[in-house]
């Protein structure tokens, strides 16, 4: 038969249907206790002066506890064999449990190394009672903060949903909110847990209560929280600046440990079940536009088991008028990013491009985006600004481009000209037949060759060379080079050809004199060509 504990209330029972008169049989049926139980408790109190012919008070308190202490005294006499042989072995039974080992294992264990018959009942209640198996951490009950205080956030499953954009039945997530005092709770749906959708959940709160509460506990959520730690966490950039603009305060919750927010932890179960589970909705937002009146007409209406009013009620009287000022606007959610600028010259920030000038390649730069601006700093100060370009687009500017680089690669082929006229007026207008046609920039490394000949054999010669090169149509940098190695360009080069006197016959078979010099072949083919054209 189980064993029985006999209440405090059972044996005052017996001793007052004792007292009336009752046997030991009659007062064991009506107090529904074995006889022999009710012979030992009465015994006891024989024992202790209590006559059964007396009349007065019932025992007192004090009393009762004395007869229980006869019947079951506290201490090792109390316990029988094997609770001695479990005291014998604490020290080897403590290790096995400080190892999470299972009870049955540490049991066996303890039959095979020592012999001793020990029956697990017995074994879970020392373990219990003497070693701590099994007990839960004690906790605190912490006092709610004053009204418009504080408030709770927690993201938790909801269940699975159709996307109405894609078709396709996704997880969704509820944002719930809860106000510590009134415990008046919003709930914001979502598909993903991102910063974006946190944020916006955030700024339908605020528009919901009113207001904006001066402490926010939130869980460890990614989007939020970049390294956790039960003191110093550190929190999205982000995030923070959205709580500088509304004015709140961040207090991160540890890690595991719902009890930093048990306000809005104990609410979620009841949001799943009361407003989610065994609903059909349409999509996202016919789920959002329902969950904002549950909240008010459901959740807000019914009389909370803890404060026993009605959270809206408590939430309109109490704490509404202590909120802080509700936003003017939506928020204009900004991008954080620390990235390193590219020997390109760019950064790439949300699939956009934006460049840095010269001095900061191959160091890491803070990025700040919003929809109008890109603002670029580094240790503190700004050193470049964009407007905001949507993804594959890029802002360029020239100036942080080396000198002499930019025109090439902004492909401006319109500067390269005026570089080019820069060096004289011929070597402009070459250049300008250069980069004739559909694509300029296809040619601008010719101009740029060209412009080297400037540097090597000065504005003069190339401006006669180029001079030359119009006069017959040529438009070749590789001949203007030829021309320059060879000396062709200046006019010494233009004596006319003297005119052959009448008494002279020309000989049949005569050849100039450049037939007999020493080429190359594929010269010889060219100058051929050349005289063909």
Not at 505 to 529: D, G, N, W
Request: charged share 30%.
């Amino acid at each position: 038969m189980p064993f029985r504990e006999v209440t405090m209330v059972q044996v005052r029972e017996v001793l007052r249907l004792w007292r009336m008169g009752h046997g030991f049989r009659s007062a064991a049926r009506l107090a529904q206790l074995d006889r022999k139980t009710v012979r030992r408790y009465i015994e006891a109190a024989e024992r202790l002066g209590i006559r059964r012919e007396e009349v007065g008070d019932p025992p007192s308190d004090e009393l009762i506890a004395q007869v229980i202490g006869r019947v079951r005294p506290a201490g090792p006499e109390a316990h029988g064999e094997s609770w001695r042989i479990c005291e014998a072995h604490r020290t080897r039974l403590s290790g096995w449990i400080d190892q999470d080992l299972r009870l049955t294992k540490v049991l066996d264990l303890l039959r095979r190394q020592t012999g001793d018959p020990v029956p697990y009942a017995t074994l879970h209640r020392f373990a219990t009672e003497e070693l701590g198996f099994g007990k839960r951490r004690v906790t605190v009950r912490v006092d709610d903060g004053p009204p418009g205080e504080e408030l709770q956030v927690d993201f938790g499953q909801m269940g699975r949903l159709r996307d109405e954009a894609t078709g396709v039945t996704r997880v969704v997530w509820g944002l719930v909110f809860t106000a510590v005092y009134s415990r008046h709770q919003f709930v914001w749906l979502s598909f993903t847990q991102g910063l974006g959708e946190v944020i916006e959940g955030f700024e339908r709160a605020w528009e919901f209560f009113g207001g904006v509460f001066r402490v926010v506990i939130i869980d460890n959520l990614k989007a939020v929280v970049d390294k956790a730690d039960a003191c110093a966490p550190r929190l999205n950039d982000t995030f923070v600046e959205y709580a500088q603009a509304r004015g709140f305060v961040i207090d991160a919750a540890r890690v595991r440990t719902p009890t930093d927010k048990p306000r809005v932890e104990r609410q979620m179960s009841y949001v799943r079940e009361s407003f989610f589970r065994g609903e059909e909705f349409q999509g996202l937002s016919d789920a959002r536009e329902r969950a904002e009146r549950w909240c008010r007409s459901v959740a807000g209406l019914r009389v909370h088991g803890t404060t026993q009013r009605r959270p809206l009620e408590s939430f309109d009287a109490e704490e509404k008028s202590r909120l802080l000022a509700a936003p003017p606007g939506r928020y204009d959610v900004p991008i954080h990013a620390d990235v390193s600028v590219h020997r390109d010259h760019h950064v790439r920030i949300d699939r956009a491009l934006y460049s840095i000038p010269t001095a900061y390649i191959g160091q890491k730069v803070h990025v700040r985006a919003d929809r109008e601006l890109v603002r670029v700093s580094l240790r503190g100060q700004i050193v470049k600004t964009h407007p905001r370009q949507p993804p594959g687009g890029r802002s360029t500017d020239p100036a942080d481009y080396p000198k002499g680089k930019a025109i090439y690669a902004t492909r401006d082929a319109a500067s390269l000209e005026t570089l080019a006229t820069q060096e004289g007026r011929m070597v402009g207008a070459y250049a300008r037949k250069l980069l004739e046609g559909p694509l300029p920039w296809t040619r601008m490394r010719h101009v740029y060759r060209l412009l080297g000949l400037v540097r090597r054999y000065g504005q003069e010669r190339v401006n006669l060379a180029c001079q030359r090169a119009l006069e017959i149509q040529v438009v070749d940098v590789t001949r203007i080079g030829r021309m320059l190695e060879t000396a062709l360009e200046g006019p010494q080069w233009n004596v006319p050809v003297a005119a052959v006197p009448a008494n002279v016959v020309p000989l049949r078979f005569v050849r100039p004199a450049s037939e007999f010099e020493i080429r190359q072949r594929a010269q010889r083919k060219e100058e051929t060509t050349d005289e063909q054209l």
